[in-house]
C-alpha cells in the first residue's frame, strides 16, 4: 500500500513570544519602616516584639494576630485565655501614641474582657486597652491621645494604675479617674467643649490613625 501524499504543507513559524513585562513591585512605605514595639502583658508577663505594617505599608495580619493574644482575657487561673480579635483601628491608635513619644516598650495592663458579672463596656466588644509607655508620663500620652478623633481616653491616676484607658467610639469621651484598682465610683467626665468635639469627630479620616 502507497504511504498517503502529505498536502498539509509546511508548518507556519510562530511569532516569538512577547517579551515578558517587568516585575513591578510595591513602592516601598514609610510605615514598614517604622522600629518594631517590645509588648508585655504585665499580668501574664508574655511579650512579643511586633511591627504592626507590612513593607507596602498595609496592617500586618501575624503581628495583629498575636496581639489579639496579649490582650487575651486571662483572668480565670487554670483555663485557657479567651482570645477575641481587637479592633485594629485600637492597635493603630496605639502604635500611632507609641510613635509619637519614641517609645520603645508598651506595657499591656488590660484588654479584651469577656463580659460576666459586668458588661465590661469596651472592653468586653474587643474596643478597648489599658496600657502603659515604659519612660513617658501618663497624663502626656492622655493629652496627646484626646487631640484625636472618635476615641474614647481616660487617665487613671492612683498610685497602683497610673495607666491610660483608649477606646475607639463615634463620638469621643475624656474622662480621669482616681479609684483603686477593681474600683468603679471616681470617674469624672473632664470639661469640654461638645461643640468642638463634634466637629473633631466628623473631621475624621482613616489618616488619623497612623503614625505621623
Known amino acids: 500500500m502507497e504511504a498517503p501524499d502529505d498536502t498539509r504543507g509546511p508548518l507556519p513559524e510562530l511569532d516569538p513570544p512577547p517579551h515578558p513585562l517587568p516585575l513591578r513591585l510595591p513602592a516601598p512605605s514609610p510605615l514598614g519602616a517604622l522600629p518594631p ?19 507596602d505599608g498595609a496592617l500586618d495580619e501575624e503581628a495583629a494576630a498575636a496581639l489579639d493574644g496579649l490582650l487575651a482575657d486571662a483572668r480565670r487561673p487554670g483555663k485557657p485565655r479567651e482570645v477575641k480579635a481587637v479592633d485594629r483601628r485600637l492597635l493603630r491608635l496605639l502604635f500611632r501614641a507609641a510613635y509619637h513619644f519614641k517609645a520603645t516598650e508598651v506595657e499591656l495592663v488590660s484588654g479584651y474582657r469577656r463580659p460576666g458579672r459586668w458588661a465590661e463596656g469596651h472592653h468586653g466588644k474587643g474596643r478597648a486597652l489599658d496600657f502603659r509607655l515604659t519612660g513617658v508620663d501618663p ?33 469621643s469621651y475624656h474622662w480621669v479617674d482616681a479609684t483603686p484598682p477593681g474600683k468603679r465610683w471616681g470617674a469624672a467626665r473632664l470639661p469640654s ?9 466628623a473631621s475624621y479620616t482613616d489618616g488619623d490613625d497612623l503614625p505621623e
Open 37 to 55: 514595639l517590645r509588648l508585655w502583658n504585665i499580668n501574664t508577663m508574655e511579650e512579643a516584639t511586633l511591627r504592626l505594617y507590612r513593607g
Open 139 to 171: 497624663r502626656e500620652v492622655a493629652a496627646y491621645l484626646r487631640q484625636q478623633p472618635r476615641v474614647g481616653v481616660g487617665l487613671y491616676t492612683h498610685p497602683r494604675t497610673r495607666w491610660v484607658h483608649l477606646d475607639v467610639r463615634e463620638r
Open 193 to 201: 467643649d461638645p461643640r468642638a468635639l463634634d466637629q473633631l469627630d
